[in-house]
């Protein structure tokens, strides 16, 4: 009777633990699904121009652009500020996540602020999208929108600009990062699952002509945006460029330029159109880093 008694207790016992294994399981699944899917789409500038209270806005462009006019209430973050060469020689080398972390603090940010994000896709390579990419590897949790059109859907309109640097945010946040390098990969990655990966070169043509990665398919990062105000290209018009390439869309792509700008613009177009698609990445070392790679 005992020894039924003390199995009756034992599978009791097991089958909570198993129980309270299969919610934290679950709470854990949901959380990383949560984790890998960013709130991110774009905004029109009529939609941001009724709105502006409820987001932070960061401008993309040189500092230089910034002063001579942005949106009222910007905060210039742009990559020529973020980036430096690193030891080895490699050029446009993201700064330390403490660092970004600390000035989008400064800016009165943590991982939850609703942020816009603009640019013109062109006196920063596109720099709108390497923002884009940044706050997502950082692991931002809040709204991230894309202004569609730029400062030049925000011009046409004729909305007010202001000149100058920005005024400091009243109340400084501490943003908390927690890096997702899903989104980013190294030379010894691409090395190791080569055959896995797709390879796309955004840079010029004549850059490519002078050293590639061999086997990369070549779209240029001017391919991912149209018209006057460049807006970022639609779903139905990204298949239809990717699948003429020949890329697989249910496979990982990643893209590359020199040092990760102009392939985080194409990164960040092709999360916008296939958001749940396809596994999207930005080689943000780029040819830098590969060419100092044995094998280049």
């Given at each position: 009777?005992?020894?039924?008694?003390?199995?009756?207790?034992?599978?009791?016992?097991?089958?909570?633990?198993?129980?309270?294994?299969?919610?934290?399981?679950?709470?854990?699944?949901?959380?990383?699904?949560?984790?890998?899917?960013?709130?991110?789409?774009?905004?029109?500038?009529?939609?941001?121009?009724?709105?502006?209270?409820?987001?932070?806005?960061?401008?993309?462009?040189?500092?230089?652009?910034?002063?001579?006019?942005?949106?009222?209430?910007?905060?210039?973050?742009?990559?020529?500020?973020?980036?430096?060469?690193?030891?080895?020689?490699?050029?446009?080398?993201?700064?330390?996540?403490?660092?970004?972390?600390?000035a989008l603090g400064n800016m009165g940010m943590d991982r939850k602020t609703s942020v816009v994000v603009y640019g013109d896709a062109d006196t920063s390579w596109g720099g709108e999208?390497?923002?884009?990419?940044?706050?997502?590897?950082?692991?931002?949790?809040?709204q991230i929108r894309v202004l569609d059109g730029g400062i030049q859907a925000w011009t046409e309109k004729q909305f007010v600009l202001v000149t100058g640097n920005a005024d400091s945010a009243i109340f400084p946040k501490l943003y908390n990062f927690s890096i997702d390098n899903s989104i980013n990969i190294t030379s010894?990655?691409?090395?190791?699952?080569?055959?896995?990966?797709?390879?796309?070169?955004?840079?010029?043509?004549?850059?490519?002509?002078?050293?590639?990665i061999s086997g990369a398919v070549y779209i240029s990062w001017k391919s991912f945006y149209k018209g006057k105000k460049r807006h970022p290209r639609s779903s139905s018009e990204i298949v239809k460029l990717l699948e003429k390439k020949g890329i697989d869309l249910q496979k990982p792509v990643v893209y590359y330029c020199t040092g990760g700008i102009r392939s985080a613009y194409a990164w960040m177009v092709h999360k916008l159109a296939l958001p749940e698609l396809s596994v999207v990445i930005n080689y943000e070392g780029g040819m830098e880093e590969w060419s100092r790679a044995d094998d280049f």
């Open positions: 009777m005992k020894n039924k008694l003390s199995s009756g207790i034992c599978v009791q016992i097991w089958s909570k633990i198993i129980f309270i294994l299969v919610i934290l399981l679950n709470a854990n699944m949901i959380e990383c699904k949560s984790a890998q899917a960013a709130d991110f789409a774009l905004i029109s500038v009529e939609h941001l121009q009724k709105n502006m209270s409820q987001w932070t806005i960061l401008d993309a462009r040189p500092k230089a652009e910034f002063q001579a006019a942005h949106l009222p209430g910007a905060f210039c973050f742009s990559w020529e500020d973020f980036t430096k060469t690193d030891k080895i020689g490699v050029a446009h080398r993201i700064l330390p996540p403490e660092k970004l972390a600390a999208g390497w923002v884009s990419w940044v706050l997502t590897w950082l692991g931002h949790k809040g010894a990655d691409i090395k190791k699952n080569r055959t896995d990966l797709q390879l796309v070169d955004t840079r010029s043509f004549l850059e490519r002509i002078k050293g590639r």
